[in-house]
């Protein structure tokens, strides 16, 4: 199993950016994809996740109404569309994947891991 993310960069607060996470290897209709965020000295977070199969979806409280995530089954492909970014968002962020009987939001239940993706907001 592969999962690739991209789409990080260097912008200024209130830019957007999409991140991409391209995943490959087995058929995920069981399973969440989910993106995660480390910050210097910190642990990694829960930002949002998806059920591959229904596409509900789900978000930290911070980034509620302003990152949305999304799948796209002929392309194998989840997306975080992130607007009105803030100091606060820079981190590194991880597509990731965990079976749907296990806790989206425990980094510690999932199964498979991206390699990061570096977004870096400015002020």
């Known amino acids: 199993v592969q999962l690739q993310a991209s789409g990080g960069g260097l912008v200024q607060v209130g830019d957007s950016l999409r991140l991409s996470c391209a995943a490959s290897g087995r058929p995920f209709n069981n399973y969440y994809m989910g993106w995660f965020r480390q910050a210097p000295g910190k642990e990694r977070e829960f930002v949002a996740a998806i059920k591959w199969s229904y596409g509900y979806t789900y978000y930290e409280d911070s980034v509620k109404g302003r990152f949305t995530i999304s799948r796209d089954y002929a392309k194998n492909s989840v997306y975080l569309q992130m607007n009105s970014l803030k100091p606060e968002d820079t981190a590194i962020y991880y597509c990731?994947?965990?079976?749907?009987?296990?806790?989206?939001?425990?980094?510690?239940?999932?199964?498979?891991w991206g390699q990061g993706t570096q977004v870096t907001v400015s002020s």
């Open positions: 990731a994947a965990v079976r749907a009987t296990r806790s989206f939001r425990d980094r510690n239940a999932y199964d498979y």
